[in-house]
């Protein structure tokens, strides 16, 4: 049977099973919001686990990552510490959004900003913030998927119709199942695309080179300028190292996906567990990562797009059934983080726009059935972004981190109590000012002295959060001993309620 | 209404020790140091590259004050 059958057919049978889950997960749901959107804040370790961890890990990781070190060496093993910072992040950050979330009833991150600053203002401005920048991501998800697909049926599938076919499976399962679907999914994905990059990258390792550390031997030998920084192309600039850190950390956290991830824990020892240990996974993936980028450097070093150096090693020099196998990992990667920036932008849309301002009085299933139609449009607006125009993955990634990164300022006034209080003015002026800082120093004159233009939108958001803070009103009093008080009883006295 | 105090700075010693230790440890994955101590790919260790050997090593280290933490209840 010739590869690309094999291969195409193994990535079917994979979406089939994610059909069957959805299905199921239909079964089980209730006619409650908040069981569709939050599966009832009761995600246990293990799921919560591998849905954070496949959600953070996503098409990026098994295709832009192998591409980076492919052409920029081992700098991308920065990856490491942004990695390790998110587990720190969640450890301190997500168990404070979990405390709030279960003591208030959140369920997206404006419902806590709004709830703080006392503001419809920042409530709309932040659902804007988080959607708007996570469209991006559906758009790098979508032509993930598209790539795998069209790479692994040798182009008799195109790019459009892989697309198409992809998220209109993601968006069916959602649908079908809300965030419990989601989970489910993401628990098979998470196990799958580990697995799979490790055993397609060893493969090859052991291949073509007779194993990882004659791998590394052939790299010294042949490509050298691969394993100093900033690399070849001179990328990996000090300034250029720290904004990615930063950017694909917090700028990840931030985003609503993952936020909301956190407050449907069921408990906050699940939460602190999580960042203590979700490093593990993030981290080691970029171990095969580094295999398949540098190898393929050596044995491939002439490929036209950067991103395809894994699938099109497979191709080349694995077994048919292995390479489906993997390709399904890789399909995997991306739907279980399109899948849920869906649901979260749905969520957003449906609890902080819909719910909020246009119908206030309905019944919890006719919020559930606008959230299902919410998604169909995201499916629709998703899909003309990903054929449209197609950039380079880790550029977009890099955009829509840095969008979510400003929620920053306005976070940390909430989760961290201090005498000098964030203001709503401050926090609108601060991501005003940030967005003015995006455009000028990611779009016209992109990474300015070198430093990533993420980090200089995030001093200018926090310069313009002080200053304005500093001279305009701050929340009630009962606001901010409501909710930093659960802060300080969470943090100090262990008392989630 | 009486201010709640500042969670910048933790109030435990085995807080301040956990956040202390990550954050230097944290230092050393990160610009100037990375690249003034680091940068190069001599001694091999372990059959792969300084600079990658170097950063595996306090990733591990700091997965390690992480779950050091969680074993503290902090």
Not at chain 1, 120 to 139: E, G, P
Not at chain 1, 173 to 188: H, K, N, P, Q, S
Not at chain 1, 203 to 208: I, N, Q, R, S
């Amino acid at each position: 049977m010739e590869a690309w059958v094999v291969a195409t057919g193994l990535i079917f049978i994979y979406l089939l099973a994610t059909i069957v889950i959805g299905f199921v997960a239909n079964r089980r749901m209730s006619d409650d919001l908040e069981d569709f959107l939050l599966y009832g804040r009761k995600a246990k370790f293990v799921v919560l686990y591998l849905t954070v961890c496949a959600t953070y890990h996503s098409a990026f990781a098994f295709l832009g990552s192998g591409g980076f070190f492919y052409t920029h060496g081992i700098g991308f093993w920065a990856a490491g510490a942004w990695t390790v910072l998110v587990g720190a992040i969640t450890y301190v950050l997500g168990s404070r959004i979990w405390a709030l979330g279960k003591n208030f009833g959140y369920i997206t991150p404006a419902d806590m900003l709004a709830d703080f600053y006392e503001s419809d203002a920042v409530r709309v401005v932040t659902a804007l913030v988080s959607v708007l920048f996570t469209i991006l991501y559906i758009q790098v998800q979508a032509q993930g998927l598209g790539y795998i697909l069209s790479v692994a049926s040798g182009d008799r599938i195109s790019f459009q119709l892989g697309t198409l076919i992809l998220l209109v499976v993601a968006a069916g399962y959602l649908i079908a199942g809300g965030l419990r679907a989601v989970y489910w999914t993401d628990v098979i994905q998470g196990a799958w695309m580990y697995i799979a990059v490790w055993v397609g990258a060893l493969v090859l390792a052991y291949e073509l080179f007779g194993g990882p550390l004659e791998l590394w031997k052939r790299v010294a030998a042949e490509r050298p300028d691969l394993l100093t920084l900033p690399g070849p192309e001179g990328f990996f600039t000090p300034g250029m190292w720290f904004g990615m850190v930063i950017v694909l950390s917090f700028g990840i956290v931030f985003q609503p996906h993952l936020i909301i991830r956190y407050y449907t824990a069921a408990s906050a020892k699940t939460i602190k567990w999580l960042g203590a240990t979700t490093p593990i996974y993030l981290m080691t993936l970029f171990i095969p990562a580094a295999l398949v980028g540098l190898g393929g450097a050596l044995v491939m070093p002439d490929i036209e797009v950067a991103d395809r150096i894994f699938p099109e090693m497979l191709f080349e020099y694995a077994p048919a059934w292995l390479t489906g196998i993997i390709l399904a990992g890789a399909t995997a990667a991306a739907m279980s983080t399109l899948d849920s920036i869906l649901h979260s932008n749905m969520t957003v849309l449906t609890r902080d726009i819909y719910q909020r301002y246009m119908v206030t009085d309905a019944d919890q299933r006719h919020y559930i059935l606008v959230g299902r139609l919410i998604v169909v449009a995201l499916l629709a607006v998703g899909y003309v972004l990903s054929v449209g125009t197609f950039e380079f993955l880790v550029v977009l990634v890099t955009l829509s981190g840095a969008g979510a990164l400003q929620l920053m300022p306005a976070m940390l006034g909430v989760l961290f109590p201090s005498r000098r209080l964030t203001t709503k003015a401050g926090v609108l002026a601060g991501i005003a000012a940030s967005m003015v800082a995006l455009y000028a120093t990611l779009v016209a004159w992109p990474h300015p002295l070198g430093l990533h233009g993420g980090v200089w939108g995030l001093l200018a958001n926090f310069a313009a959060t002080i200053l304005v803070s500093r001279f305009t009103a701050p929340p009630t009093d009962a606001t901010v001993e409501r909710i930093h008080g659960a802060i300080e009883r969470f943090v100090y006295e262990g008392d989630p309620a | 209404m009486e201010p709640v105090r500042s969670h910048y700075v933790p109030r435990t010693a085995a807080g301040r020790l956990a956040v202390g230790a990550f954050l230097g440890l944290f230092a050393f994955t990160q610009p100037p140091l990375v690249f003034w101590l680091a940068n190069r790919t001599d001694p091999w260790i372990a059959g792969v590259p300084f600079l990658y050997a170097y950063l595996f090593v306090i990733y591990v280290g700091l997965i390690g004050i992480l779950l050091w933490a969680r074993g503290k209840n902090l």
